[in-house]
């Protein structure tokens, strides 16, 4: 692509606003693939599709609509649903950038596991049919019908059976059971210990670090505490009347920085302990910084004056059910500079798809079930009627997004070899293992 930013420049731009001891962290985790890369390069996929043709039809997209950003968790009705699960970068965009993102994360999955180029367009124009013709019914369908549109688990076996071996559907069920013990017991059981009668969270450093550990000379741990105290006591006014009631049954006891996913390394997050009625009682929530969104620059400035509420917003519109505590606040640092967050159950049920063992026909399938989640988010707030007919009823879009997708693989690979030898000649440090 001519005229095109150089990619590193752009990971060292972000920087400038992350934990500077963790950057190393999010280049060693992007060095191990071109997939992990894909993953960590969401405003690289941004600049590029910004020089691309529009359709001229927005909705409220994802911004990071990759594979491994679909997932399960628990509705506020305790069913496993599965849906889009990371919104660091949603904003109203155009919806076929959210499309190109995700038919690009398989064809680079497919190349990772080795499949063949055949194969690997298979599994893209599946996913990108299934969404043509999901949003073909979404533009048939009523709008009430439109927003209570959703996946459950159920479901989603019934539509992957016939392409799962039987140790594939064993290895899934296992992974589901697994992820119904994803809550706050079974972080309480595996981040925190005793101190003193007194439940802490366990340093794991730099994965992990108790807030103790960070606070700077001059500031007092118990002040610390407090902040952190005044900052959930705000951030429950964000939350509907009822869970304001539930939160309040909580009392903090402690919170730690914590290093979570690709991309996301290197901005501040936190895990935040809060117990009940008693020390068997506990909720963990997760604060995460959100800054502005990759695709601000390229479709206009987010009209909330939080990044949180900007990410509240997005996730509430385009998921089918939303985390119960999910809400936001800005707060000053630390460091004395003022961040926005957005804050949510750190688990509640949440699992994601074993793409390493995924069969060609398999992820075939999942490409299906990706497509078809992702038009029904984008019709809950996009012109339904007009994406459809923009679309039609032809292969003709599936067979663009297919050679699209393999060809911005191609770039993919020559930017993570860039980010190789950044790494090599001294001008990025990484950290690999963690």
């Known amino acids: 692509m001519a005229n095109r930013p150089d990619p590193i420049a752009l990971l060292e731009e972000q920087a400038v606003t992350r934990v500077p001891e963790l950057v190393p962290i999010r280049y060693g985790r992007m060095l191990v693939s071109p997939f992990t890369f894909y993953r960590g390069a969401a405003l690289i996929m941004a600049s590029d599709l910004a020089a691309t043709p529009r359709s001229g039809l927005r909705a409220q997209i994802c911004g990071d609509a990759h594979l491994s950003n679909f997932g399960v968790f628990a509705s506020p009705e305790r069913q496993l649903?599965?849906?889009?699960?990371?919104?660091d970068e949603t904003a109203p965009g155009p919806w076929e950038w959210d499309v190109k993102r995700l038919a690009a994360s398989f064809e680079i999955a497919g190349r990772d596991r080795g499949f063949a180029p055949e194969e690997r367009r298979a599994v893209v124009a599946a996913g990108v049919a299934e969404y043509r013709e999901r949003m073909q019914q979404m533009a048939a369908a009523r709008n009430l019908d439109v927003w209570y549109a959703h996946i459950e688990v159920t479901k989603l076996f019934a539509l992957l059976e016939a392409s799962a071996t039987k140790e594939q559907?064993?290895?899934a069920r296992a992974s589901l059971s697994k992820a119904r013990t994803r809550d706050s017991m079974q972080a309480f059981s595996k981040l925190t210990h005793e101190v003193d009668g007194q439940r802490r969270i366990v340093s794991d450093p730099p994965l992990i670090v108790p807030i103790d550990?960070?606070?700077?000379?001059?500031?007092s741990v118990a002040e610390v505490q407090d902040e952190l105290r005044a900052l959930i006591r705000s951030y429950r006014r964000t939350l509907e009347t009822d869970r304001r009631e539930l939160l309040e049954s909580f009392e903090y006891v402690d919170a730690a920085r914590k290093v979570v996913g690709v991309g996301s390394v290197g901005t501040r997050a936190w895990?935040?302990?809060?117990?009940?009625?008693?020390?068997?009682?506990p909720l963990f929530l997760q604060a995460k910084e959100a800054q502005e969104s990759v695709l601000e620059r390229f479709v206009g400035k987010s009209k909330y004056p939080n990044h949180g509420q900007r990410v509240?917003?997005?996730?509430?519109?385009?998921q089918a059910a939303s985390d119960i505590f999910l809400g936001w606040q800005r707060v000053t640092g630390l460091d004395g500079q003022v961040r926005d967050f957005y804050l949510r159950q750190l688990r509640d049920w949440k699992g994601s798809a074993d793409v390493d063992n995924m069969s060609a026909s398999l992820m075939t399938a999942y490409s299906r079930i990706c497509g078809a989640t992702l038009a029904r988010a984008h019709a809950r707030s996009g012109d339904r009627i007009a994406i459809a007919g923009y679309l039609g009823t032809s292969d003709r879009f599936d067979r663009a997004i297919a050679s699209f997708s393999s060809a911005y693989a191609d770039q993919n690979e020559r930017d993570y070899q860039a980010l190789v030898d950044a790494v090599k000649s001294g001008r990025l440090e990484a950290e690999a293992g963690l």
Request: glycine content about 12%; cysteine-free; aromatic content about 6%.
């Open 169 to 171: 559907q064993a290895r």
């Open 213 to 219: 550990e960070l606070v700077t000379t001059g500031t």
């Open 312 to 318: 509240v917003a997005g996730q509430r519109l385009m």
């Open 271 to 281: 895990i935040l302990l809060l117990l009940g009625r008693d020390g068997q009682d």
């Open 81 to 87: 649903m599965f849906d889009i699960n990371d919104f």
